[in-house]
């Protein structure tokens, strides 16, 4: 890095600078000036001295010649003046000085013409005055002090208003600004110059004073933002409790209650069979009293298995808020995963009145036939499209239809995938509402949504799994036309994504939505 040169130093270079360089621009023309004074005075005596006689107090040579006597004198001055009088006729004089070991030499030549005007003779003069020199060196030496003496004192003066009126200002601003650099905030400048350095300061001291002010304001605002997170802290300490003591009480009383009503449940089926074996034994002495008792449990066994479901979806999102819900990996076969599902919803469809259909032949694609044998948790794999398949049997109108289709697909990164969809003619999802079905305890305020109970836990538990298999929910509805639910899994899990989820889980750290953009392109590609 250069040099850095301070600012008096640049003021004093740069005007001494400029007073020398005045100071010689304006002795140069008296300098010259002096040496053709005294030469002119010197030349004005000559001249006298060729018109009039000497008095001969000078050396002083004074010599007459004419034309020809001038030609055969060896003399080059008078060969000049000669030559140049013959030349111009109306030149009247000749003069030449010079120096001679410091004698300055005067020659003066003026010529003699008759009436025609040619050149009779020539008056030569030459005068060696030594008196001339000192007389040169006299002026020159007091117009040399003159101008020292009024370089010095303009340098003087210029020093004096550049450090009075221009660098004891900065000085002074500089002084307080390493001041404020050093840790004491409460430097001002102290600046009465009556001009723009003045006002300078007072802009300088106005900017510090806000400074001040928006740090003591900050402070006061830190000191506020630390309570609040303090208090922060505190409420989120007592809110994690509180969860962690949630979920805990839910699944201490989801497990709780699943004993009793698992009991009731089962006496209730069993008294169902009890009063068909009386009836096929003729058993039965009532039968409007018979169908009575058999409405009556079937709203038992039909209201405990509600409830039965609303305990199990609390438990599984307690355990999955918890971190505690485990993965178990296997081999299945999504043929066989979907005619199992099928069979297990084919009671509920029939009692509706809604038709069920299976569309494999995107599945078996291959050229053998053979459907494809998959990598996931079976069991959270077939909980996912059961909750599919029972909201959309749930939902569909009587003599609507259920379609449950599974194909292959390709994503982009050329992995195989499998795509298991439910389609329904239901009465369809509106768009804005189509993000908020996958919320906790969410329910659309519909009228077909009012006729059925739930928890609003449904999706919010398959969207939990389907993260936990690595897989994507996709939802594809228009309202009066049904809806499309799919679950996209791969051929084989990763395992590392499978490790990072259990820590972010155990953690307690929310769960990344699922791949819509991925899913989008899968959706394509279909």
């Known amino acids: ?185 409460a430097a001002r400048a102290d600046i009465r110059t009556g001009d723009e350095f003045e006002q300078l300061a007072d802009a300088f001291n106005g900017m510090l004073a806000g400074l001040e002010e928006k740090r003591d304001q900050l402070r006061a605002a830190n000191q506020s933002l630390d309570l609040r997170v303090a208090r922060l802290e505190e409420a989120n300490l007592a809110l994690h409790e509180a969860a962690t003591l949630k979920g805990d009480f839910i699944a201490a009383v989801s497990h709780e209650l699943r004993t009793p009503l698992n009991s009731i449940i089962g006496f209730a089926e069993l008294l169902q069979e009890i009063a068909q074996r009386d009836r096929a034994a003729g058993l ?66 029939e009692r509706k009145g809604v038709a069920l259909q299976y569309d494999a032949a995107g599945l078996r694609a291959e050229a053998d036939g053979a459907a494809p044998i998959i990598e996931t948790d079976p069991r959270k794999f077939q909980q996912i499209v059961f909750n599919f398949l029972s909201n959309a049997v749930k939902f569909t109108p009587e003599g609507g239809r259920v379609t449950l289709r599974a194909e292959r697909l390709v994503a982009g990164d050329g992995e195989p995938r499998v795509r298991v969809s439910v389609i329904d003619t239901g009465p369809g999802i509106a768009p804005e509402d189509q993000g908020r079905i996958f919320e906790k305890f969410t329910q659309l305020a519909t009228g077909h949504t009012r006729l059925h109970s739930g928890t609003g836990l449904g999706l919010a538990i398959a969207r939990e799994l389907t993260g936990m298999i690595q897989g994507d929910i996709q939802l594809e509805s228009a309202v009066g036309r049904g809806s499309m639910f799919s679950l996209i899994v791969p051929f084989r899990m990763d395992p590392e994504l499978a490790a990072s989820r259990a820590l972010r889980l155990s953690g307690r750290e929310p769960a990344p939505e699922p791949h819509a953009d991925e899913a989008a392109g899968l959706s394509a590609r279909a």
């Open 1 to 185: 890095m250069a040099r850095s040169v301070s600012l008096a130093n640049k003021c004093q270079l740069l005007f001494g600078g400029a007073v020398v360089l005045i100071v010689i621009a304006a002795l140069i023309g008296p300098w010259l000036r002096v040496g053709a004074v005294i030469d002119q005075s010197e030349i004005g005596a000559l001249r006298d001295l060729a018109l009039a006689q000497t008095d001969g107090s000078e050396d002083l040579s004074l010599r007459r010649l004419t034309v020809g006597a001038a030609d055969a004198v060896e003399n080059e001055f008078a060969a000049r003046a000669l030559e140049r009088f013959t030349a111009d006729p109306a030149l009247a004089e000749h003069v030449e000085t010079m120096w001679d070991e410091g004698v300055r030499v005067f020659r003066y030549a003026r010529p003699v013409r008759d009436e025609a005007g040619a050149v009779e003779s020539l008056v030569l003069i030459e005068r060696r005055s030594p008196r001339v020199a000192g007389r040169l060196f006299i002026n020159r030496l007091f117009l040399l002090s003159a101008g020292l003496l009024a370089g010095g004192l303009a340098v003087l003066v210029f020093y004096l208003i550049t450090t009075r009126l221009i660098l004891s200002p900065v000085r002074s601003l500089k002084h307080t600004a390493e001041q404020i650099m050093a840790g004491d905030p």
């Open 284 to 349: 039965v002495r009532d039968e409007e009293e018979w169908l009575k008792r058999q409405r009556y449990l079937d709203h038992i066994v039909e209201s405990g298995r509600s409830l039965l479901e609303m305990i199990n979806e609390l438990l599984d999102m307690a355990k999955i808020e918890a971190g505690k819900m485990d993965l178990h990996v296997e081999l299945m076969s999504v043929d066989e995963a979907c005619d199992g599902l099928l069979a297990l919803i084919r009671p509920q469809a």
